[in-house]
């Protein structure tokens, strides 16, 4: 969540204060005049002393960026046909912009219009090409994919937020973003193979010639024939099954969309494309999705909708699940062979509030409060209430992350529902609390209160929780040690509540309260390779480490962040909410999966007290270590172990679970991308028993594997080495095999993209003033190939943050969706710089902002009505940066 109560929203406002100074000379003549005497001038304060900030931005080589962006302040190279396609790596993250002439915000391609974005790249079998539509309230935009010959394979033109395809053969392809409407930012993902979303609203097969329409001006007594009803022939359309207010089954007249179709955008450049169209069956498909594009954009048509095929489906599964790296890192599917939670079981999540209506939060939720006492912190209106519904920070029109909504989905959103994504203890269930107002800001009474009521103790809200919770989530922090809220936790504790606290995202080792308290488990964040997350607190009050993230990154090369996704929401210009999924990282992600693991060990064990907890902690028993041996002050105990810990649980209740062994993987895929060189693969064992790794190979000369710590379990480096190799995207398979189970790891690597990736566009760094809530200086940085340096001279001395971002609409405003975004040390927490002399080394990434829509779901959408803060994510800013005239 944001860290103050402003969306630094604010432009610049730049005042120029001149003195008008005026003397006089008075001579000593006798002939003169007597002068009336000048009073000096009062002496002038010294010149403030100012000084310098430096440093430089890095983009990830995993991120590129359209080459003709609206954004004028670098030169466009086009790339708007086949011949001219943008050369581009595998996997990859690229930000874009299209629009149609006219439309968008005034830059470089606001009259002449940039329609198409072409990408050549080189695709393998199994990977799908994702694109998401930043602007889809007021833009239109499609994916199609050619051959390097101009050939149209397949497309996307569904209207709304995401379109996707999938690369049937290995091959190099030519991947093509066009504005059909209006103009948009856009984020193309390309991940590696049956790694991405499993069903994305796209590709999927349809009927064609038909459509399912339903007009607006209908009712179900209308007998008449309505003007939309009328409207529909020009179309085309006969009706062949449904009725009056209620969706109607349409034929669609075979070769209709032609130049002269009612929809007058279809005779030009969409057109244009069906022309390269050489199958049948896809030239059919082609013009019933045209045709229900063109429905759609009509005024008189509530909905339209192909017509799709369906069919039985054995194995359900969420949709996003693939993209839950984080799971696995911690051991969780195995846990769920055993439990997946209780309703019984209960986490109370203390936070900003919660999206009640998300649909993958249906059914998993009690009732919480809302203990924000502040009306205007509050920003619902009113004070303490039982609503504790997440209104929004709407700052200025800016996004919002919904913070306490992404946490409780990490703890319990549903599983096995065929949407979205999954939950730690998706069998649980949540209470949620608001603590937090606006901005992520609240107080440390309001906290308290909301612990209070969670552990069934006596609170400002007069009433009690039908259930006490079992565990209490806070991923929060703010404030010093405070002996009544140290009190409080020993209560809580003494109830028997279990409390799990973010460590913190100042990179520091101070103490972070409320994780630091005694009796609050203290967690730390790692990133997809196990390492210490570079925002992470860390210090003598760590406890325990867990998945936190990192955006900047995109290590397992599924084409997005390597952050945790989870349930979210966006809000629109109207103050709707459209539920969504985000990746977001910090402590606040890291503490929920602690969270929902102490709720799968209460499932099995219900007598668990929080002592009991201590015990097994500090004899290893819930984690795999990490770091020097034994407890340290960066990852605690080690990483939290979702398995051994169901399995200890289960063994203090009196169970003896049987030896069920394990080999798992830190990753199940590694990319190199174009310039990575090495990382690292952890191979462990994921249950109890004696497990024995016999091998661990890989076949490609290019490919070289060297364990850390000797044979066996342990750390292995894995590099790759392009020397001699031609230009492509090359992939291997490192076997492990075990006595118990074998397992392979994907190798992704790309040679021969110089330039290809490490570019985000122009980077705009604010650097941004607290106390008067405007940025003061701004510094343009085109990038040098190492990273995107910047300098900021003659500051004053004072309070500082440093945000940057990009622009690629050039609509002055920073860190839009589909545009890079960050800041020092992290976005949602911009680091106070106490400027006092000369700040040099002032390093830190961006990252695509990217959010996935919910595609399964009716229900779309909603209408909203000593500082703590919300620590953890991203959340999208929209950043008033200071025009280039």
Known sequence: MRTTSRGLMASLIISILTTACGGGGGGNSQDAAPETPITPPSPQPPPAQTFSISGTITASSSQAVDSDTNDPTRLAVSNNTVAQAQLISNPITL????????????????????????????????????????????????????????????????????????IPEDGTYVVNTFAFSGGTNYILAIGAPNSTLQNQGAGYPIVPWQAVVTYKEETPQSTTASKSEKMSRNFGLAQRAGGHGRGRLMDIRRGRVNAQH?????ASAAMQKSHHINDPDLRARWE???????????????????????????????????????????????????????????????????LPNHPDLAGQLLDGYDFVRDPDSAGDGDGIDSNPQDP??????????????????????????????????????????????????????DVDQAVRFAAGLPNDSGTLPEQRADVINLS???????????????????????????AGNQ?????????????????SAVDIQRRLASYSNTGAAIDIAAPGGDNSVDINGDGYPDGILSTGGTKTSGGDINYAYSFLN???????????????????????????????????????????????????????????????????????????????????????????????????????????????????AWLQIESVEGVGLGTYQISVDRTGLSPGIYTADINAKSNINDLTVRILMSVGYLNAGADVGVLYILLYDPISDEPVAQFASSGSGSGYPFQFNDVAAGEYEVVAGSDADNDLLICDGGEACGAWLTIDQPIRITLDNDIADLDFPVEFLVSLPNLNSQSQSESSAGKLRAGGDEGQRNIKRLSDN
């Open 586 to 700: 910090g402590t606040s992600m890291a503490a929920p999966h602690v969270a929902g693991v102490l709720a799968l060990m209460k499932t099995v064990n219900p007598d668990l007290t929080p002592a009991d907890i201590d015990a097994l902690l500090s004899d290893g028993q819930l984690s795999d270590d990490l770091g020097p041996a034994g407890r340290d002050d960066q990852f605690g105990h080690g990483i939290i172990n979702a398995r051994r810990a169901v399995l200890a649980a289960l063994e203090a209740s009196g169970t003896s679970p049987a030896d069920s062994p394990r080999l798992t993987a830190s990753a199940t895929t590694l990319n190199f991308g174009t310039n990575g060189t090495t990382l690292e693969l952890i191979l462990s064992n994921a249950g109890r028993g004696a497990l024995t790794l016999l091998s661990v190979t890989a076949s490609p």
């Open 476 to 502: 929060l922090g703010g404030g010093p040690f405070s002996q009544t809220t140290q009190a409080l936790y020993d209560e809580v504790r003494a109830a028997g509540v279990m409390v799990v606290a973010a």
């Open 507 to 523: 990179a520091s080792a101070t103490l972070e309260y409320p994780a630091s308290y005694d009796g609050v488990i203290s967690v």
């Open 95 to 166: 930000g874009g912009y299209v629009n149609q002439p006219g439309t968008g915000a005034t830059g470089q391609s606001r009259e002449s219009g940039d329609i198409d974005d072409y990408f050549q790249v080189d695709l393998l079998a199994g990977q799908r090409v994702t694109l998401l539509v930043g602007d889809f309230e007021q833009a239109d935009a499609d994916l199609f994919i050619y051959d390097t010959q101009g050939n149209l394979l397949d497309f996307s033109i569904n209207s709304g937020e995401l379109e996707s395809l999938l």
């Open 288 to 354: 019933t999705l045209m045709t229900i594009k063109a429905l759609r954009a009509d005024p008189a048509v509530r909905y339209a909708d192909p017509n799709y095929q369906v069919k039985t489906n054995a194995t359900p599964d969420d949709e996003a699940y693939a993209l839950q790296w984080h799971y696995p890192q911690i051991g969780l599917p195995d846990a769920w062979d055993i439990t997946t939670g209780s309703p019984s079981v209960v986490v109370a999540v203390i936070d900003t509030g919660i």
């Open 262 to 266: 009612a929809d007058p955008r279809l």
């Open 392 to 445: 929004g920070d709407n700052f200025g029109g800016g996004g919002e992350s919904f913070h306490g909504t992404h946490v409780a989905g990490t703890v319990a959103a549903q599983g096995n529902n065929q949407i979205g994504v999954a939950g730690t203890a998706y069998g649980a269930k949540v209470m949620p609390l608001r603590a937090l107002g606006v901005g992520g800001e609240g107080t440390s009474f």
